[in-house]
């Protein structure tokens, strides 16, 4: 999911993480790795309200998030880094992940992010 944020404040990341977290079906999202930026300093609040735990990388320890490193990359060729992300929609960023979560992962044995999401419903549904 790619979320559209008014700000990058901790009230603003948090309300945005609580709001889509939900929009998931538990069995899927048991937990949060994060790194520690400031952004996330209402994680105890995510995880009240979502029962999500949340877990922090070792400083200056990246590869301990290594999806979400390599997302972030593949997100570059959408948005380099420094630029303004304030004129794109909601619905533009749906489009874009949309694109991502159908591209074939290796650590995934080549399926996509969108085939490991239905299977995993399918079998808990």
């Not at 009240?48 to 490193?69: M, S």
């Not at 591209?103 to 995993?120: I, S, V």
Request: a positive charge; one cysteine or more.
């Amino acid at each position: 999911m790619l979320v559209k944020l008014a700000g990058k404040d901790t009230g603003t990341v948090t309300n945005a993480l609580i709001k889509n977290a939900r929009k998931l079906p538990q069995e899927l999202y048991k937990s949060l790795t994060w790194d520690r930026g400031k952004e996330m300093a209402g994680h105890k609040r995510f995880t009240l309200a979502t029962d999500i735990k949340v877990y922090f990388c070792d400083p200056h320890q990246p590869w301990q998030r290594g999806t979400n490193e390599n997302t972030n990359g593949l997100l570059r060729q959408y948005f380099p880094k420094g630029i303004d992300l304030s004129p794109y929609s909601q619905a533009k960023l749906s489009a874009i992940a949309r694109k991502l979560n159908e591209r074939p992962r290796k650590t995934l044995n080549y399926e996509t992010p969108a085939q490991r999401f239905y299977q995993t419903v399918a079998s808990t549904g």
